[in-house]
């Protein structure tokens, strides 16, 4: 792989862009592999990539039916933050900021990202009371945050309503290491990589079986054909589920739509992510200029990457009292994603009932910001068969146990 | 846009109307059950692509919970049904026959 530089925009500027190489390879499947996953999207190359940087093991194959970052990384809202209530949480998702924070160096890939800061915006005094127990625990986690009052949100923002009528804002819980990323190029930093590392990313190729013996798992049947394995990780969010029928057990899981729209482009107008749980909104803006907005999840079992209209309906309407600059905005593009969300609205990185597969799931609604933590963790978890210190607390285990990791009551809204 | 017959007062309402309620017909377990069956009862879910049987509560009309028939892959519904039984009833199992022949069936 020829490395991405000043030069190399040089050189091919002299000669017509005509030398750029291919960013990854498209092989055909080889008949046996030491570790498949099964779905690139980022959480899926992600583990790859750390498999092989982090453990050495390289002889590896990502699966996908689709195209590589077209599920949910390439469908999302691409909001980055660690604040997070309880512990095990803030650690994994603060080894995610912190990979972000040199993930295009890592990778020779600009994945832009934008640590512009991020407020979650306090409107009732019951999220206020939250919001400040979240910056104390996050002083405690080591989670850089801080509670800031209303003239501060409005210096900050201000096309910020901050009188209401409905909702005033009373404050803010205020990341300032949160921000953005663009969410295609986390996905095709990470296969660049891992095609360069040897790796074989499938696209076009569902996996339609998984294979047992005694108990282990012996490979998958796909569209392309059968592939053996030794490891098998099912890393497929919304269909997670569907994977697992294949294998033979349940998770606890429920796939549902979450949608998101962007607006027309506008000029800069504001500097920093938004998100106001409690009318179910948030907004920040692209480098297009475009205001990105997404709200809540519908309430029901859905496959089809399609919403539900009142939401949008509900999330614009909040949001123009939030910031009433937005009101003759019109919408440009609207789509939908399917969320894999688990009772605690935290996700699962587990060994299973079947030896050898491994599940990362259960991101739901926010785990674009926790890729690199996850295949970090996940990773970890794949090459030694028992978790790593990042990944202990998310095994399925804890339903049974009663082990809760609730981040449900925490956020309300979980991006 | 989602919209359901109650079953109870036969209004035709859509989805702000009524609130979902997770999967149906799960195996209740209580005092003296195992801890993987009360895991399995609280948590477990099927959660297909395809024919989903699923709770629902007509919550801006009569208030009362119902049941479903739904393909989470189309949503196609295939009928609701009363709240009041173990299993889906014979006419819910022919109507996802006729439109879904090779279904599994209730697992
Ligand atoms: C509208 C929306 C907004 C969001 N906003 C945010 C946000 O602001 N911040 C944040 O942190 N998170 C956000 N999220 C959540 C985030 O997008 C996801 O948690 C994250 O992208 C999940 O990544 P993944 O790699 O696990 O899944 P995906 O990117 O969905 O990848 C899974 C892959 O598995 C493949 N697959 C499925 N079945 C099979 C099969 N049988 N065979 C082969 N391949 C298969 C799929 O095609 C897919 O490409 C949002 C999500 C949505 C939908
Ligand atoms: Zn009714």
Redesign the interface.
Known sequence: MRKYSIFAVAREAMRYHAGWEKAWRSPVPKKKYKAVIIGAGGHGLATAYYLGKVHGITDVAIVEKGWLGGGNTGRNTTIIRSNYLQDASAAIFDKALQLYEGLSQDLNYNVMFSPRGLLMLAQSEHEMRGYKRTVYANDLQGVSTRWIDRDEVRALVPIINIDGPRYPVLGALYQERGGTARHDAVAWGYARACSAMGMDIIQQCEVTGIRTQNGTVAGIDTTKGAIECETLSIVTAGHSSVLADMAGFRLPLESVALQAWVSEPVKPCMDMVVMANLVHGYMSQSDKGEMVIGGGTDGFNNYTQRGSWHHVEETTRALVETFPIISRLKMLRQWGGIVDMTGDRSPILSATPIKNVFVNCGWGTGGFKAIPGSGWAMAELVARGTPGPLAADFGLNRFREGRFIDESVAAGVAH | ??ILTCPYCGIRAE??EL??G??AHLKRFGPGAS??EF??Y????????GV?F?RWRHSAGCGKWFLAARC????EVFGTYSAQTTQPPKHILDAIKAKRPNWEGLV
């Open positions: 846009m989602l989805e702000t609130h979902a997770g999967e801890d993987a895991e399995t609280l948590f477990a879910r099927k959660n297909p692509k989903h699923e989470t892959a189309t949503l």
